[in-house]
């Protein structure tokens, strides 16, 4: 099971770093944003992982902060579900404690990234 999430995670990313979500028009839109003219919080999250995989660390962060800032820690938490280092036993019952902030940051940047007043600006796709 491990090998086929592997191969699929490195499918999709050879995939966004061949093609530009940016020019290629088979990457889906944003039903959220076609909607209601509002972003979202995964808005810009494709281009910013292409960018990622480019070295173009500056321009992730414009099209998306969240998901660069996030990345990281998805890749810890995917490694350790998939075995790849031990699990250390302070990890095991303290996160969960903790794991309504997640889901509170995501919201905040939502709400956040959609006031058209500097410097949430900022947070905007560009």
Known sequence: MRTVFLS????????????????????????????????CPGCGSTRALHQMLHGNYAA??????LTV???PFLGIGIALEAGVFPRPAWLSHQY???????PVV????????NIPIEPFTYLMPK
């Open 8 to 39: 699929i995670l490195i499918a999709a990313a050879a995939i966004v770093y061949i093609y530009d979500p940016s020019l290629s028009e088979f990457y889906p839109k944003c039903l959220f944003h076609q909607i209601t003219g509002l972003y």
């Open 96 to 102: 969960i404690r903790y794991a309504w902030i997640v």
């Open 106 to 113: 995501i919201v905040l940047f939502w709400i956040l990234r």
């Open 69 to 71: 800032l996030a990345l």
């Open 60 to 65: 992730a962060v414009r099209l998306n902060p």
